[in-house]
């Protein structure tokens, strides 16, 4: 009998699993209910929405910009009475990133309140056809189409985020953008963009020049380094930085796939690159004599005032690169020796 129960068990499992075998979506939705038959897009296929703001049209430029270039699809703007369609509505009810698709045979139905949830519907749509969708050229013998089902959807969570270190790994714009792609394609939606550290200094400063010319290139290989910022010519170097027209280039890359970015300025700590780059920042001695050059302690700012001249000056640079309402500056693994030994912070301590 005990037999007869588990075999029953594990029958109704692999027909739950098999039923289920062709959707693959990350994250899974919230409600999902799978039907019968495809929807199958083809040259027919027509876009049926209203007037919709320009952030609405990004939202939805994702699923046509792809089905141009894989399946050589053009999607049109218009209603006929040939072929399936597509219908896009804006609906209250939904959280800022909900949405709803339903599939049928003939017809897929969007409702969201916003655009960000129209964005993740593309992204489940997406998801749901075959992955050559994704190729850089148009591929032929594919069968374009997504299973009949309806979903309704919303993040559990406002802040989904992916924090990327550039200051002992730099990455280019471009490998940073396909970063980007494949963060929203997975929804989530804060970037931390790690541009300062004691291993480099990502981040380009018109004030202070020194930043970048000696801060971003140190002594070594990424994987194989020194703090040593004063490698002479013709040694290993390793490094690179940002333009500010390159981070805003990033930013608005990121705003167009619903992403905010979110700045890494490091301090008081974790400031090496800063400090080689204009050691009168160090701290000084009890005496009042500035440490030896590249001696640099526990690696943090001192607390005279030109440190705070300096930090609010890359601050206002910083703000006016990005426009997210946070910045995170970090304030980890400060060890206080160097500031328990130092003149200036010894008297900051006392007043």
């Known amino acids: 009998m005990k037999k007869t129960v588990l075999f029953a068990f594990m029958l109704t499992v692999t027909v739950k699993i098999c039923s289920q075998q062709n959707i693959s979506l990350i994250p899974m939705p919230a409600e999902i209910k799978q039907g019968s038959g495809y929807f199958q897009f083809d040259e027919n296929t027509y876009v049926l929405s209203g007037q919709f703001s320009e952030q609405w049209s990004v939202a939805f430029s994702g699923l046509k910009q792809k089905l141009k270039i894989a399946a050589g699809i053009e999607l049109k703007n218009k209603a006929n009475n040939k072929g399936n369609s597509i219908s896009i509505i804006q609906k209250q009810g939904f959280d800022k990133e909900g949405y709803s698709i339903s599939v049928s045979n003939k017809k897929i139905i969007i409702e969201a309140s916003a655009a960000n949830g129209l964005f993740y519907a593309i992204q489940t749509i997406l998801q749901l056809l075959p992955p050559e969708i994704e190729a850089s050229k148009k591929t032929a013998g594919i069968i374009w189409q997504v299973p009949c089902l309806s979903i309704k959807d919303a993040p559990k969570l406002k802040y989904r985020g992916l924090m990327l270190d550039v200051s002992r790994h730099f990455m280019t714009v471009p490998d940073i953008k396909r970063l980007l792609d494949a963060m929203s ?167």
């Open 185 to 351: 394609m997975h929804k989530i939606n804060m970037f931390q963009w790690h541009l300062t550290d004691g291993a480099g200094w990502r981040f380009e400063s018109k004030k202070y020049p020194a930043l970048v010319e000696r801060g971003a290139f140190r002594k070594g290989n990424p994987l194989n380094f020194t703090y040593d910022y004063d490698a002479k010519p013709r040694e290993d170097l390793y490094g690179g930085y940002y333009t500010q027209d390159q981070m805003k280039e990033v930013v608005s890359y990121a705003a167009q796939k619903f992403i905010t970015v979110i700045p890494e300025i490091e301090m008081p700590s974790h400031s090496v690159a800063a400090l080689a780059s204009y050691p009168e920042l160090l701290c000084v001695d009890s005496l009042g004599q500035l440490r030896k050059q590249f001696d640099f302690g526990d690696g943090s700012f001192c607390t005279k005032e030109e440190t705070f001249k300096f930090i609010f000056d890359i601050l206002d640079e910083v703000m006016s690169v990005f426009p997210t309402e946070y910045i995170h500056i970090a304030g980890d693994e400060a060890e206080k020796t160097n500031w328990s030994n130092c003149l200036y912070c010894r008297n900051r301590m006392k007043t």
